[in-house]
């Protein structure tokens, strides 16, 4: 039978031929098996997990605006019957006693590869191949490109479907924080990152490893927790997907007017440095207290707190045209302290109580009616406005945003 020929570095694991190697994904589409659902009843095929319409258009959008994309190796199949690998000599080369050899894959003409891990990432070339002329731009930088791909020689379909369960398994997913901080393409992202030299209140004191500091952790905030609280006081809480807010946030540094990004970067150094001036993170900037000490005395390092403090400064200075360091400033008066208590909770032990206290457990209560709620509290002390206070309360964030954009 006529075979194709790819070069190949080949050596083995678990017992198995495996070969490293890399193809154009255009021809690569082209020699791939149509993804077969799951189950583990048939023995004649490993199957896969649904395809993610979202994540693959996810790929797709990440291949056609990046310029400089990464992608890691695909995982494929081919039986022994499809495939041989021929070692090659090299002069020079010794492969004797190295775990890695260079030589030769010979794979029948008509053989396709099965999908172990990587059906997102061939999903999305593939969309791109048969959507976009042969002289699209798109097109021509992926053909140009390599899709690394390991390719496995196994007979047995259900140890295929094993390996996909180990690959994930040991694979350790970044903290959202730890990513957000490295993703150096969005904008926040990087004017976050200069922030932190500049506000005392960010020195060392930022968490990226955990998306949740532990109780006796020196550090105040999370990465991620300063990103979201950034993003409110940018532009508020109307929006209810990650990936529309991202957009609004990102697009207020990437705008064509110099000076609107000036504004914006004011206002976010405006605010933290105006916070870590607050009578509790200030003894904590002039080292009288500790982090820890902090976390235990106050709910002030509390994601919840933070995002309530955030929304209401943000409408205080939109709607109320309070100035931010004035309306952070106002929150001195509050008490920030915990309240000892475990049940009976009340407003005169902690503004709080009955927004992201709960007042039957004393426990912090998570989710964004919880902090909105808090907001309008705070927003009531930084400056009380009946009007606003009839829009926050009767006719809800979309008549709010209305507002905001007359």
């Known amino acids: 039978m006529p075979k194709i020929h790819i070069p190949v570095i080949a050596y083995e694991q678990g017992g198995r031929q495996m070969l490293v190697t890399a193809m154009s994904p255009v021809d690569l589409v082209r020699m791939v098996s149509k993804p077969e659902a799951w189950d583990p009843v ?11 319409p979202a994540h693959l258009q996810g790929i797709v959008k990440y291949l056609v605006e990046e310029e400089h994309f990464v992608l890691g190796a695909a995982v494929l199949y081919l039986t022994t019957k499809e495939a041989t690998f021929t070692p090659a000599e090299l002069p020079g080369v010794t492969t004797e006693s190295d775990a890695a050899k260079i030589g030769t894959l010979a794979v029948d003409i008509g053989a396709k590869f099965d999908i172990g891990d990587g059906q997102h990432r061939i999903g999305a070339h593939e969309h791109i191949v048969s959507t976009r002329d042969d002289d699209d731009p798109v097109l021509e930088r992926l053909a140009k490109s390599g899709q690394p791909m390991i390719i496995v020689i196994d007979d047995n379909p259900k140890r295929r479907a094993q390996d996909f369960t180990d690959l994930q398994r040991n694979v350790k997913t970044p903290t959202a924080s730890l ?8 904008p926040i992202n990087r004017e976050l990152s200069e922030m932190f030299d500049v506000v005392p209140l960010f020195n060392d004191r930022v968490e990226y490893f955990k998306d949740n500091p532990g109780k006796l952790s020196a550090k105040l ?21 990650p990936a529309t807010m991202d957009k609004a946030v990102n697009a207020k540094f990437e705008g064509t007017v110099v000076s609107d990004a000036d504004a914006a970067r004011a206002k976010l150094t405006e605010f933290w440095t105006s916070l870590g001036e607050l009578v509790r993170f200030a003894d904590v900037v002039d080292g009288e207290i500790k982090t820890p000490e902090l976390r235990e005395a106050t709910y002030l390092t509390s994601a919840g707190v933070l995002y309530a403090i955030a929304l209401a400064v943000y409408q205080a200075h939109f709607l109320l045209k309070i100035p931010v360091k004035d309306a952070v400033r106002a929150l001195d008066s509050v008490n920030f302290d915990r309240t000892a208590k475990t049940s009976g909770i009340t407003t005169e032990d902690t503004i709080f109580a009955g927004n992201l206290i709960d007042p039957e457990t004393g ?26 206070q009839k829009i926050l309360e009767s006719n809800g964030q979309d008549h709010l945003l209305a507002s905001l954009s007359k």
């Open 42 to 52: 048939k023995t004649t095929t490993h199957g896969n997990r649904p395809r993610d």
């Open 221 to 241: 905030f999370s990465f991620k927790t300063v990103r979201y609280v950034s993003g409110l006081l940018l532009v508020g809480n109307g929006y209810r997907s």
């Open 363 to 388: 426990k912090l209560q998570a989710g964004r009616t919880a902090w909105e709620t808090a907001a309008a509290v705070l927003l009531n002390v930084i400056g009380y406005d009946p009007d606003i």
């Open 179 to 186: 990513a957000q901080s490295m993703d150096r393409r969005q």
